[in-house]
Nanobody, 118 residues
């Protein structure tokens, strides 16, 4: 089993920055992919950013140029640096990991609230 623990959410004014962290633990063989989704009230969950174990990244168009995803493979941790935050970035942010324990499956964190005030 894999546990994902997120931290770093909170309340920030528009134009501010936050850094989210997500650490994976458990009997992990490998983690080919990690990243972040978000879900705003009344909205579907959407991909924010993802990163492979090799460092390849992808971003939602709405966050390109403002958010940066990175990971520390030695610590099984993924980060999301969020700059120039906008009120429309307000959502619950969920960490995910595509991890191999005995087989590849998708794991989710519990979610962390990010609120951007105007």
């Amino acid at each position: 089993q894999v546990s994902l623990v997120e931290s770093g959410g909170g309340l920030v004014q528009a134009g501010g920055s936050l850094r989210l962290s997500c650490a994976a633990s458990g009997s992990i063989f490998s983690i080919p992919g990690m990243g972040w989704y978000r879900q705003a009230p009344g909205q579907q969950r959407e991909l924010v950013a993802g990163i492979s174990s090799g460092g390849s990244t992808n971003y939602a168009d709405s966050v390109k140029g403002r958010f940066t995803i990175s990971r520390d493979n030695a610590k099984n941790t993924v980060y999301l640096q969020m700059n120039s935050l906008k009120p429309e970035d307000t959502a619950v942010y969920y960490c995910y990991a595509r991890a191999v324990v005995d087989y590849l499956r998708l794991y989710w964190g519990q979610g962390t609230q990010v609120t951007v005030s105007s």
